[in-house]
């Protein structure tokens, strides 16, 4: 079955523990984006990544890291978490930039 | 920068039409994409207009008009499943970002 996963689901943290969510897809996309979603703000880009090793800023990146050294895989890494990142995360993917993006399910991150 | 706004709510009742509109300020556009997200779920890919004029799918259609900078998602013969968030989003830029939109909370009422 053709899908983006992300792990884990749910997570609890407190502020400045290092914490990796990863995100895994299967449809050999070369296309892959991180999004925050916040009540009232919709969905803000993190970071993107239009083939390995390309990574670039999106329009919400501080405090937060991307990798892609595969092609199926762009894990998120918080290095110092803080409260202000308690959020609801999407990681996505398309074909090309144009394509259509598939979100994963999502992961709710809790930073006390 | 980019922006969009489209309308924070809205009501109707089962087996009417409703018309959720998106205007957007964007640097560089492409195209105007909607998606939809139920409650705790992702967001699922509704329609994207990268020209004028109208996209039907089903009981969904899609209209761009761009130089009003202005789109909209029309939705026929609802039904109570429809309840749910859409999304405009913007896409623009060499690299095609996505930009959405706060949502639009739709509530189906029977």
């Known amino acids: 079955e053709a899908q983006v996963t992300q792990n884990p689901r749910y997570l609890i943290t407190v502020t400045g523990k290092k914490l990796t969510v990863t995100c895994s897809q299967n449809m050999n996309h070369e296309y892959m984006s991180w999004y925050r979603q916040d009540p009232g703000l919709g969905l803000r880009q993190i970071y993107y990544s239009m083939n390995v090793e390309v990574t670039d800023k999106g329009d919400v990146p501080e405090g937060y890291k991307v990798s892609r050294k595969e092609k199926r895989n762009f894990p998120l890494i918080l290095e110092s978490p803080s409260p202000n990142q308690t959020s609801l995360y999407f990681c996505a993917s398309s074909l090309s930039r144009e394509e259509t993006q598939y979100f994963g399910p999502g992961t709710r991150l809790l930073v006390l | ?110």
């Not at chain 2, 409650?39 to 699922?44: E, L």
């Not at chain 2, 009003?68 to 405009?88: I, N, V």
């Open chain 2, 1 to 110: 920068g980019q922006s969009l706004e489209q309308p924070s709510e809205v009501t109707a009742v089962e087996g009417a039409i409703v018309q959720i509109n998106c205007t957007y300020q964007t640097s560089g556009f492409y195209g105007l994409s909607w998606y939809q997200q139920h409650d705790g779920g992702a967001p699922t890919f509704l329609s994207y207009n990268a020209l004028d004029g109208l996209e039907e799918t089903g009981r969904f259609s899609s209209f761009l008009s761009r130089s009003d900078s202005y789109g909209y998602l029309l939705l026929q013969e609802l039904q109570m499943k429809d309840s749910a968030s859409y999304f405009c989003a913007a896409v623009s830029g060499s690299a095609r970002q996505l930009t959405f939109g706060s949502g639009t909370q739709l509530t189906v009422l029977p």
